[in-house]
């Protein structure tokens, strides 16, 4: 074979991206990180997970100190400085972005800040930043593009008013009334974190539920706090039009009733999901094939129909997830460096960061009804969790999908502050093969929210210590 410029070419640099190049240097190849941003980080970092992170953050703090009233302590109106949250956010963003450009450096990682596209299956004609073109020849590419917001289907709106969740994140002014489009994760997100920080936020949902899919009694808990916190909550409800005029944006909004409404708003964000990127990537020169929904054709070694040619992430599948990405480019590095690996998790936990989060891992109650998966399911309420108590938030609630005859533990569903970190408990126990068993008899710390998982896997057996609901005798 003649001499390549790069073994691995790995085009895109988000958490998919980075965690592949990384690993496949680790590993001992020779790589080439491809991006148009001066440092790793993607849209996670830059304009999506990381930022809305911190600003959700700074909600969560505002949110506290109102309910700290009805502890007895009252503080003032928090006065928003937009610039200096903004400029916070952004040193945030910074300090991480700029600690991955340290570790490509330390791997001896070649960082190009450009963008690539196939001349065909072996070659990238890569244009740089500053403007100059080169070819690059590779043995091996990983595509990790990512995705993009989805457009509204309501015609070109022509106005910096509509914004996607990146302009969103951009923080550039606090609108005193904001438009929500899609109560999926993103618009449940950013709309906390605009709501918290003072604008009346309306939300328009298509369907008849926030996060579609997601089992009703966890999201029924968020949409219980959400009601108090946002403006409106309209659900079978659609945009039909959108029109810039001077004071803000004309929507014509259509409830389920077919009634329709004309609203003005200062600023709208469109969350109505989110597509694979490929434009520009010269696919068709490389013979790389997508699917009917523009996703990339991929096996469980994420090779696509190209043997040299791999693709991870949001471009390859749902779901969109930075860490099933980062998981993904660690296994398409190692298929590279010639490991007889796949990417066969036994889960891939989801969590939406609103108060209180949600997160799930497994089954849910929602897919085992639908596809008619044999299970029970123990609930504990947070409000005989001592932990929860003492935060003021018994409103949530823990729960665990088990197979009836093994009592292995298939789902984990969690609504809940810090729902999020308490997940990763669940993962493992799916990964593992844990049983109700395993973890009522695992001592959890006292008083600690991770209690609740040990207690709803007691109640699997009727025997919950702190919730007294006896299991059923068998007829
Ligand atoms: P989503 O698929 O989560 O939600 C989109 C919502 O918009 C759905 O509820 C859908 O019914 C609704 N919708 C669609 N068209 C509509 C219309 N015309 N009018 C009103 N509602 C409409 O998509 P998203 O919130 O844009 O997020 C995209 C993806 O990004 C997610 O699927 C997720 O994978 C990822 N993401 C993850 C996180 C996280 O992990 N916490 C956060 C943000 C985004």
Redesign the pocket.
Known sequence: MAKVDTQVAVIGAGPGGYAAAFLAADLGLQVTLIDPEPNPGGVCLYR??IP?KALLHIAAQIIESRSAKDHGVVFGSPKIQTAKLRSWKNDVVAKLTGGLGQLVKQRRIQYRQATATFEDHRTLTIKETGGSTGKLSFENAIIATG?H??P??VGKVDSDRLMD?SAALELDTVPQKLLV?????????IGTVYAALGSKVTL????PN???GVDRDLVGVLQKRLTGLFEQLLLE???KEMKAQKNGLRVVIEGPDGQRQTRIFERVLA????RPTTSGLGLENAGVQTDKRGFIRVDGQQRTNVDAIFAIG?VAD?????HKASHQGRVAAEVIAGRKVAFEPATIP????TDPEIAWAGLTETEAKAKNIDHSVSRFPWAASGRAATLGRGDGLTKLLVDPRTERILGVGIAGVGAGELIAEGVLAIEMGANATDLGLSIHPHPTLSETIMEAAEGVHGTATSYYRPKKKSK
């Open positions: 999506g997970c809305s995705s917001a989805s509204l289907p969740s489009i899609g109560g999926g994760y993103i618009g449940l997100e328009v949902e298509m369907t926030l996060l579609p409800t659609t945009v969350a109505v999901g989110r949001d749902e779901p969109m997830l930075a989801a969590v939406v960061f």
